[in-house]
């Protein structure tokens, strides 16, 4: 099994701080796991390039990957869709705000503890 972690800049008026969490799936193929991670970055890029421009008159052009049931532009800042074994997923990810900024994104195998 696979999970993403990832890694973001947080804080307020006064400071900022690394936060690190996984999300809270888990992948069991290496394809959808590296599509996920691949669709993190796209939906970054297009939310740096969208957040600060957007206005209720000119809301920003959904990108070609945009598969949401709900074509709000203020869905597409805030949401990121992938699938996993088959499944619709729906992420409001953490790193999307005001304060926040993504610094990285990893794979990582999710392997069980062995204790004695």
């Known amino acids: 099994m696979y999970k993403i972690r990832y890694t973001y800049l947080t804080g307020n008026s006064f400071g900022s701080h690394k936060e690190t969490d996984e999300l809270p799936y888990e992948f069991s193929n ?20 969208n957040n600060n421009r957007y206005s209720p008159n000119n809301p920003p052009t959904p990108p070609a990957w945009w598969d949401c049931k709900y074509p709000d532009p203020w869905t597409m800042i805030y949401l990121i869709n992938f699938e996993i074994d088959g499944k619709h997923i729906q992420l409001s ?24």
């Open 30 to 49: 290496l394809e959808d796991v590296k599509n996920a991670v691949h669709r993190i970055q796209e939906h970054y890029a297009w939310y740096k390039e």
């Open 93 to 116: 990810p953490p790193w999307c705000g005001y304060f926040e900024s993504l610094l990285s994104v990893e794979v990582v195998l999710n392997l069980p503890t062995i204790t004695f």
